[in-house]
């Protein structure tokens, strides 16, 4: 027999993980939001790594059930600079993630520091893990 601790949280991001990663290849690339999630007993915390953005330009929003992070990085170049090389990518980036319905999307806070965009999500109260009280019954002797 395997006994398995299987946590529905992680198996949920580790599915869209694999979806947005098989999206972004088929796409060609583009601009990328790495991001780490993390279940802890009374929430799911999610880090964007968003270096080089104005937190202006930051906006998360949830829609049914739908969590968005929309981020904006423009071109810093003067007129008489000229570019020679270009890694960084520019332009408007976003990531969805779905939410299952264990989470409280109604209380989701976050916040931006050195280029990390925090975002935690409360678990609810019927999701978080609880003790089963055991009754205790009186053993009958049964009469034939």
């Known amino acids: 027999m395997l006994l398995t ?6 198996q949920e991001f580790e599915r869209q ?3 947005l990663t098989r999206q972004a290849a088929a ?3 583009g601009a990328v939001m790495p ?3 993390i279940r802890r007993a009374d929430d799911v915390v999610l880090r964007f790594d968003l ?3 104005d937190p202006d330009s930051i906006e998360v929003t949830v829609d049914r059930g739908v969590l968005s992070v929309t981020a904006r990085r423009e071109e810093e170049y003067g007129e008489d600079e000229r570019v020679f090389v270009r890694e960084r ?4 980036f976003t990531r969805r993630i779905y939410l299952s319905e264990h989470l409280d999307s109604d209380k989701i ?3 931006y520091h050195n280029g990390v965009l925090t975002v935690r999500i409360p678990v609810t109260e019927r999701a978080k893990p609880r003790k089963v009280e055991i009754s205790r019954g009186e053993n009958k002797a049964i009469n034939a």
């Open 51 to 53: 270096p080089g953005i």
């Open 27 to 29: 796409e060609g690339g």
């Open 17 to 19: 993980f694999d979806r």
């Open 109 to 111: 806070d976050a916040g």
């Open 5 to 10: 601790s299987i946590d529905p949280f992680v």
């Open 35 to 37: 991001m780490d999630g």
């Open 89 to 92: 990518v520019m332009g408007a």
